[in-house]
């Protein structure tokens, strides 16, 4: 009975110390808890305005494509062809809306030469030196061969020259002499033609045998090796009866803003130069989706709920406010001057709706004020820009260094900052507690372990009376 008495009171006084101090703290820490609660919140908020911040320049992005830069599609028009096979078109934001009759006449062909076939593309052809003048256009160009060069070596020196002709070697299966050199200009055209080619005195004749070239004496003999496979040729063809000659398929600068690309000679076709209505109506699109992602990312991450990183913040109620009294607002002069009258409405959550029959009616009946509409511009102290203008001036302000997101922003992670700091003193602090619970639990765990100690002592040496 003395034993289990002893071994009960023993069991009954020891302490937990590691349990003890774990649960104390547990409490200690409450104030690290928290701020890594605050941290979150802060982190989410920063979350939610970076997710704002990129819709907000989506839609500068979309906005722009409505101002009044070159790249504007309400500046755009486009060009058609009736007969696509003779010629297509592209049109820049510098064209006249118009309807031109063309007729290609020749297509523009780049200058071809070949030489005299050749056993051999590796073998040498020449014993000696040799400097050979090319005349392209109106360059002349000195390129040397060297003794004991071979067909293959030709090629490439006259590829390395860069010289606006590039050199090939074509296999036209002759049985004894298949390996012909191949001579291609660059650039199509007349003022790109090969024009001569001479092998300076004192040359090779084998070289001279291979390359010389005179045009006005085109023919195959051993004083004309060179012969011409295609002829350099203009592109000709008249423009609502205007003869024009140009040196290249693609002419840039025959009718303002239009780019032809020649493709056939044909019989008479029509361009058409019109403005891009499918281009606005793709822009406007774009616009108004633009405005309904990034209100609709406001006003969710904003809301009055528990789970809104930015419940109830004042800036970005601001933001909102900015937006729809942007939009609400009258653009002066011009005929229009709301977005209703193109076909963009409010609605009842803040969002915008587009009628697309209405934008292209209203496109259709007076484009000029539509394009007024978006994007005129802002005039100090006087009328206010198209809607385009002022959006567009919006995000940029919003987006600023000093803007009201970046000013938020900065707030953040600021709060973020000193939660830092404050949690990196409270650890050290909790490690100083920590130590002091253990000792002193320790201590009192040895203490009663004393005591408990010398009362099974005592109870043994009363029992013995």
């Not at 003890?20 to 409490?27: D, G, K």
């Not at 605050?38 to 906005?63: D, H, P, R, W």
Request: net charge neutral; hydrophobic share 40%; no cysteine.
């Amino acid at each position: 009975m003395a034993t289990t008495a002893a071994t009960s009171a023993t069991t009954s006084t020891n302490i937990d110390v590691n349990s003890i101090v774990s649960q104390l703290m547990t409490v200690e820490r409450q104030p690290i808890t928290k701020l890594n609660t605050k941290e979150a919140s802060y982190n989410a908020k920063l979350t939610a305005l970076g997710l704002i911040k990129s819709q907000v320049s989506n839609f500068q992005t979309a906005v722009q494509s409505l101002g009044s830069s070159s790249s504007s599609s309400l500046l755009a028009f486009k060009a058609t062809s009736s007969d696509t096979t003779a010629f297509s078109a592209s049109a820049d934001s510098t064209a006249v809306a118009g309807t031109y009759s063309l007729n290609v006449t020749t297509l523009a062909q780049a200058n071809k030469l070949a030489a005299a076939g050749q056993a051999s593309d590796t073998s040498a052809i020449a014993t000696g030196t040799s400097t050979v003048t090319f005349v392209v256009g109106t360059t002349s160009t000195n390129i040397p061969i060297a003794a004991g060069a071979t067909l293959q070596d030709v090629r490439t020196a006259i590829n390395a020259a860069n010289i606006g002709v590039t050199a090939t070697i074509v296999n036209d299966g002759n049985a004894l002499t298949p390996y012909r050199l191949a001579l291609s200009a660059n650039a199509s055209g007349v003022s790109n033609a090969i024009n001569s080619i001479t092998i300076q005195a004192g040359g090779d004749a084998a070289i001279n045998d291979l390359l010389a070239y005179n045009p006005t004496a085109n023919v195959p003999t051993p004083a004309v090796p060179m012969t011409q496979t295609v002829a350099a040729q203009n592109a000709n063809f008249t423009v609502n009866g205007v003869q024009i000659s140009k040196a290249s398929n693609t002419v840039t600068d025959a009718i303002q803003g239009v780019t032809l690309t020649l493709s056939k000679e044909a019989t008479p076709a029509t361009l058409t130069v019109t403005r891009d209505s499918t281009a606005v109506t793709s822009a406007v699109t774009a616009f108004v989706k633009a405005y309904n992602d990034m209100y609709t990312a406001l006003k969710n991450s904003s809301a009055y709920s528990s789970t809104a990183a930015l419940a109830g913040d004042s800036s970005i109620r601001t933001i909102q406010a900015q937006l729809r009294s942007i939009a609400s607002a009258a653009v002066s002069g011009g005929t229009m001057t709301q977005l209703f009258e193109v076909g963009v409405s409010s609605q009842a959550d803040g969002t915008l709706k587009l009628d697309s029959a209405k934008l292209s009616s209203a496109m259709s009946t007076n484009f000029s004020d539509v394009a007024h509409l978006f994007n005129s511009a802002t005039v100090v102290n006087s009328a206010t820009g198209g809607y385009a203008t002022q959006f567009d001036a919006w995000a940029t302000r919003t987006l600023a260094i000093d803007g009201i997101i970046t000013n938020k922003t900065n707030g953040f992670n600021q709060s973020i900052k000193n939660i830092s700091a404050q949690r990196s003193t409270l650890e050290t602090r909790m490690v100083g507690i920590e130590k002091r619970y253990r000792t002193q639990f320790s201590a009192l765990d040895g203490m009663l372990t004393s005591m408990n100690n010398t009362s099974t002592y005592l109870t043994q040496q009363l029992a013995r009376l």
